[in-house]
């Protein structure tokens, strides 16, 4: 199963509505059959019950994004994500604009 770093929007814009679509894009690319980590859903709530810097919320992530296999970059503005990406391709890490170019990437259809 293959470990794909979600980047996208959280600061920008509604950060609940962000969240929820991150959280969306997840579950859709569990039931493909990618084991997807998700840093926008961890980070929102425990941000919430103890507040921490925003560098430590990026710094905190680029721990997890280094054991991934892929990085899919939703669309939307978002400094955090373009900072993923580049780290990203530093190391190596392919990325991925869209779901279905993933899937053909890793041989995975929709369907399994």
Same mark, same amino acid.
């Given at each position: 199963?293959?470990? *794909?770093? &979600? !980047?996208?929007?959280?600061? *920008? =814009?509604?950060?609940?509505?962000? #969240? +929820?679509?991150? @959280?969306?894009? !997840?579950?859709?690319?569990?039931? @493909? =059959?990618?084991?997807?980590?998700c840093p926008h859903a961890l980070t929102h709530y425990w941000d919430q019950l103890h507040p921490r810097p925003y560098e430590f919320w990026l710094e905190l992530d680029r721990h997890f994004l280094v054991c991934c296999?892929? #990085?899919?970059?939703?669309?939307?503005?978002?400094? =955090? !994500?373009?900072?993923? #990406?580049?780290?990203? &391709?530093?190391? =190596? @890490?392919? @990325?991925?604009?869209? &779901?279905? !170019?993933?899937?053909? +990437?890793?041989?995975?259809?929709?369907?399994?």
């Open positions: 199963m293959k470990k *794909i770093y &979600i !980047a996208g929007p959280y600061s *920008i =814009g509604d950060k609940l509505e962000n #969240v +929820h679509t991150a @959280i969306r894009t !997840a579950n859709e690319l569990a039931d @493909i =059959g990618f084991a997807p980590y296999d892929a #990085v899919y970059r939703m669309q939307g503005e978002s400094t =955090g !994500a373009d900072r993923e #990406v580049k780290q990203a &391709i530093s190391l =190596g @890490i392919p @990325i991925f604009h869209t &779901i279905e !170019a993933m899937c053909e +990437h890793f041989e995975l259809t929709p369907d399994h």
